[in-house]
């Protein structure tokens, strides 16, 4: 009996987080500043700016502008590095965007907008760098706080 009722008590718990999930709102339009992760050192925010970039939602689609720590990749691609040379496809091209560290020091880096499928949940972001080879990787953007809000 006792099985029973922790059975029980387990799958309510369950439907509980499911309809939590289910409930929790889409972003609004607005600005908001938002972690962005990868599975990889060598792709990554720059040091100046902490993990951060600036996420806009515009008609419920999200984008993020982050500004990475070199010059060194040359393009993304939202999806996968097989799809990505594929004839047709749209790269992301990068902004050059002068950076300002904490020492005093400028630098310049590329940019790039990277749509966000959701916040939270990791997504397949392709890059390829000057030597011209493509890899997989994945990213996530993840705890919103809008801007007005810092």
Avoid: Q
């Amino acid at each position: 009996m006792k099985r029973w009722i922790a059975a029980v008590l387990a799958a309510l718990l369950a439907l509980a987080c499911l309809a939590a999930l289910a409930e929790t709102p889409a972003l609004e339009d607005g600005t908001y500043t938002a972690t962005f992760t990868t599975d990889h050192s060598m792709f990554h925010v720059n040091e100046a700016y902490d993990n951060k970039g600036t996420l806009t939602v515009k008609d419920g689609v999200m984008t993020i502008h982050v500004t990475l720590a070199s010059k060194n990749i040359v393009n993304l691609f939202p999806g996968l590095a097989e799809d990505a040379k594929k004839d047709g496809a749209t790269l992301l091209e990068p902004t050059e965007e002068t950076v300002n560290y904490a020492d005093g020091t400028t630098g310049m880096a590329y940019a790039f907008d990277i749509p966000v499928p959701a916040i939270g949940e990791e997504f397949d972001c392709a890059l390829i760098g000057k030597k011209g080879k493509w890899y997989d990787h994945k990213v996530m953007v993840s705890d919103p706080v809008p801007v007005e809000a810092e």
